[in-house]
């Protein structure tokens, strides 16, 4: 099964795309990180994606696409794929439309994760993190003691992309560049949408029920 995984920030998509991969056997594709694996590498496509990274500019979509083709060449994923973080917009979809068949790959599934605008604000503004690495959440998973880490006592702070007013910004943006995405696939019949509230364990019931149906 090959599947393109959307859902805005603080969706718990990150959650669920872990869940996917292990149930499915599907290779789970962050585009993030295989642009960073790429770099890395001094692939000759990472090499000339650094020079847009490193003067502060979007990677061009004729770029992503290279790279995205690279990765879905690789044998380990001929069992199935999960896409996260691409496509992003039509133009990269209409890329994408025309190098899968090169493949001989297709899309199975656009998969959204739906969560109401006013859920995802209080999810992403009450998060908390430690430079440990232990995360937390001040209503959904809090400290024993407040702004106190429980693994090392260290304090907890907010970042600084998660305030309500960037948080805001950032979920009109998704919606804004994402909808007319949602609209392309629909329009092929791809689209299948699960609300993405309540436990997570619930919600992976609700995407598996969808997927199973593909």
Not at 54 to 79: F, H, M, N, T
Not at 99 to 120: A, F, M, R, Y
Not at 152 to 162: K, S, V
Request: net charge negative; charged share 25%.
């Amino acid at each position: 099964m090959n599947i393109v995984l959307l859902g805005p920030p603080g969706s718990g998509k990150g959650t669920q795309a872990k869940m996917i991969a292990e149930k499915y056997s599907v290779v789970h594709i962050s585009t993030g990180d295989i642009l960073r694996e790429n770099v890395r590498n001094g692939t000759e496509l990472g090499v000339e994606a650094k020079k847009f990274m490193e003067a502060g500019k979007l990677v061009p979509d004729s770029l992503l696409i290279d790279i995205i083709k690279d990765r879905l060449a690789k044998d380990d994923v001929k069992s199935g794929w999960m896409l996260d973080g691409y496509p992003r917009t039509t133009p990269q979809a209409e890329a994408m439309d025309e190098i899968l068949p090169s493949l001989g790959q297709k899309i199975d599934v656009v998969l959204n994760i739906d969560v109401p605008d006013e859920e995802l604000v209080k999810r992403v503004t009450g998060r908390r993190m430690c430079n440990c690495g232990a995360t937390y959440h001040v209503q959904f998973n809090p400290p024993n003691v407040e702004g106190k880490c429980d693994a090392c006592g260290a304090d907890l702070y907010q970042r600084a992309d998660d305030t309500e007013e960037t948080v805001k910004e950032r979920i009109q943006a998704y919606h804004a560049q994402t909808q007319p995405l949602i609209d392309y696939y629909n329009k092929k019949g791809l689209v299948v949408t699960v609300l993405g509230v309540g436990d997570i364990k619930a919600i992976f019931g609700n995407v598996a029920e969808a997927l199973d149906k593909i």
